[in-house]
């Protein structure tokens, strides 16, 4: 199923990460980012930081089976929920499955009263940063020189009030915390 889009009849499901998903979770991490996380980050945030929500999108075949496609992990940081990292792996990007990713850090974060989320996205990446408009986010702010690699900008983007409204809205769009949904 990794050499292309998922078969007729699959279902996506947005659901916590667990220990199980890691070699695929930075599998698609590695093929996402230019500076991708360690596997030690990745364990360090699902064992040791309770302050960490990290969930994955799974793709189940009409066969059942299941693949993890894509990931995020957001920091609670008093009321405020940092994403800190999301990526879809990239021969499931296009389908909605970022969008599914972010409704659900979001509503979760909003279920432990954060009040605003923010994250750092890098200047030119227009395709996350058309994704997290759509949410409602604005740019904040800037940090000049932020990337290692390359020298890039980050854009510092924000969106609040986070509360029962802005969550009526999100699943007023259509998606449903942990509902099986055809993909
Ligand atoms: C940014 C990223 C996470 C977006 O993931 P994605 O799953 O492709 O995002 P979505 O499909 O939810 O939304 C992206 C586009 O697909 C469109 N889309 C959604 N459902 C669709 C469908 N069924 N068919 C076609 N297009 C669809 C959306 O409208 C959106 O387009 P728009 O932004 O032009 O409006 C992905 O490109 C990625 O992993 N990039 C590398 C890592 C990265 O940059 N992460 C962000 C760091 S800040």
Known sequence: MSDGAAPKGSTVVIRPMQAEDLSQVLAIDQASFALPWPESAYRYELFDNPGSLLWVAEVTTPDGERQVIGMVVVWLILDEAHIATIAVHPQYRGQGVATKLLSAALIASIQREMRSATLEVRLHNLAAQRLYRRFGFEVA???????????????IMTVSP????????????????QDEQPF
């Not at 702010?141 to 854009?155: F, I, Q, T």
Request: neutral net charge.
């Open 141 to 155: 702010g800037s940090r000049p020189r932020y990337y290692r690699d390359n020298n890039e900008d980050a854009l």
């Open 162 to 177: 986070l509360n029962q409204a802005y969550r009526e809205w999100l699943e007023r769009e259509g998606w449903k915390n």
